[in-house]
């Protein structure tokens, strides 16, 4: 990683420090290392970054979801269900497919985690090769041959006050977990209904509607396997943090080394976003500020150094009481010189 940088701010002195971050993966790595804590619960997953750059031989050309024919990359992402921040970010190119990087995952950040995956990673050699490796947990489609209808779902949790019917067991290595979202499949019955309505040909499944079922190579509690799993939405915000708040979704780099820098620089403005809200959940203020607004009122305040002593410019009632909520004195360290 560059320890020393140029303080400089002008675009070109911005470019050469982006190069080289983006040069060497080998310090990138040892930062992710020391950032991730044994025993995680890990969510995985990876999005597509457009980019016009025609000197960029990560980028291969796909689609967005207009159909356009656009040049992209991916980005892959590990977040930590535990900690509630982003713990590993790759740039990998637009034709490999995310399931190419969960070895790579494995060796880097260690074997000692629960993967979180959503049903795109499944399949029988992805399972295998990571049970080797680490512990998973990912929904099976719903035509998969591992699943039995005919299990009889007898008990049920409440999910955000919605009835959860469930049921479990073993098949060889693994263990299935059988869910019935009563919501779901009222829902889903209510679509079909509405579709034949309208002329289209569809067929309802009975034994499926409403049904969700995950696998795994470790034995957990049927609710506990299922928040997990539930928790998946936090890698789904923290992707649209990265490319809709961070403005990470269209880099105008043209160098493969300042692409990646850029978006490794990206990665850590998203690190210190998910510090501060983490802040914000512990001190219950979340849903009265937001991260953009605390920082926007704490950019106001200065230090101010007044001979020997030091103290802090003015402060509004709200900034006040923002620093009260956080229990924090000590984030102000712009000075302002008497």
């Known amino acids: 990683m560059v320890k020393q940088l140029d303080c400089s701010s002008s675009p070109k002195s911005i470019g050469r420090v982006l190069e080289r971050v983006g040069t060497d993966w080998t310090p990138q790595l040892r930062f992710f290392r020391e950032l991730r804590e044994n ?3 890990i969510l995985y997953d990876g999005r597509v970054i457009f ?28 977040f930590s269900k535990n900690r509630f921040i982003p713990i590993f970010f790759r740039v990998i190119p637009g034709s490999i497919h995310e399931i190419g990087t969960l070895e790579l995952l494995a060796e880097e950040l260690g074997h000692d985690l629960i993967l979180v995956m959503d049903k795109g990673f499944n399949s029988a050699d992805v399972r295998k090769d990571l049970s080797e490796r680490v512990t998973y947990l990912m929904p099976l489609k719903r035509n998969s041959s591992l699943i039995d209808y005919n299990q009889e779902l ?21 263990f299935i977990y059988l869910y019935e979202d009563i919501s779901l499949r009222a829902e889903e019955e209510k679509t079909y209904h509405q579709l034949l309505d309208n002329g289209k ?37 923290a992707f649209h943090t990265l490319q809709n708040i961070l403005d990470a979704d269209r880099p105008w780099v043209q160098k493969e080394e300042t692409f990646r820098g850029y978006l490794f620089g990206s990665y850590i403005g998203l690190l210190a976003y998910y510090l501060v809200l983490r ?7 979340n849903s009265k500020v937001s991260v ?25 009632k709200r900034v006040r009481e923002l620093m009260e909520s956080l229990g924090k ?3 102000i360290t712009k000075k302002m010189q008497s």
Request: net charge negative; aromatic share 10%.
């Open 39 to 41: 025993g995680e619960k």
């Open 329 to 331: 004195e000590d984030l």
């Open 154 to 174: 007898e008990s049920f949790f409440l999910w955000k006050e919605k009835p959860i019917k469930y049921t479990s067991w073993r098949r060889g290595d693994d």
């Open 51 to 78: 980019s016009d750059s025609d000197r960029n031989s990560l980028l291969e050309l796909g689609y967005n979801k207009d159909k356009l024919p656009l040049k992209q990359a991916k980005v892959v992402m590990a």
């Open 279 to 285: 802040e914000l959940k512990e001190a219950e203020i």
């Open 292 to 316: 953009r607004d605390l920082l926007l009122e704490f950019s106001k305040l200065y230090k101010v150094e007044i001979g020997e002593k030091e103290t802090l410019s003015e402060r509004s």
């Open 201 to 237: 040909d569809v067929e309802f499944k009975e034994e499926e509607a409403g049904k969700i079922t995950l696998i795994s190579n470790q034995e957990f509690g049927p609710e506990d396997a299922y928040q997990m799993w539930k928790s998946r939405d936090q890698i789904e915000k």
